[in-house]
């Protein structure tokens, strides 16, 4: 029933192709990484804050809502791309 001629490549599926990528998606890729790099850096101190405690990083003033989303959307972008 099955045809030993045909290669099946699961991980291809899986994980892509490096060759199956454009340049349009290799310079969308390397302006997130820029941006995203950008972020943390200027809240890195914010970030290792809410980790450890969110609730003292919320009492001193941080918007900890605000950089959980932050977080989290760069996040899911970065899934996505890659």
């Known amino acids: ?4 001629d045909y290669n099946f490549d699961i ?6 192709s490096v060759l199956g990528i454009t ?7 390397a302006v997130f990484s820029i941006l995203f790099l ?6 890195f101190k ?6 450890f ?3 003292v990083a919320y009492i001193s003033g941080i ?8 977080l989290l959307i760069m996040l899911t972008t970065v ?4």
């Open 1 to 4: 029933f099955l045809n030993k």
């Open 11 to 16: 991980m291809g599926y899986l994980f892509g």
């Open 23 to 29: 340049f349009y998606q290799v310079v969308l890729i």
């Open 38 to 43: 950008v972020i943390i850096f200027l809240f």
């Open 46 to 51: 914010e970030f290792v804050f809410i980790a």
């Open 53 to 55: 405690d969110e609730e």
């Open 63 to 70: 918007n900890t809502n605000f950089l959980d989303n932050a």
């Open 79 to 82: 899934i996505v791309s890659s």
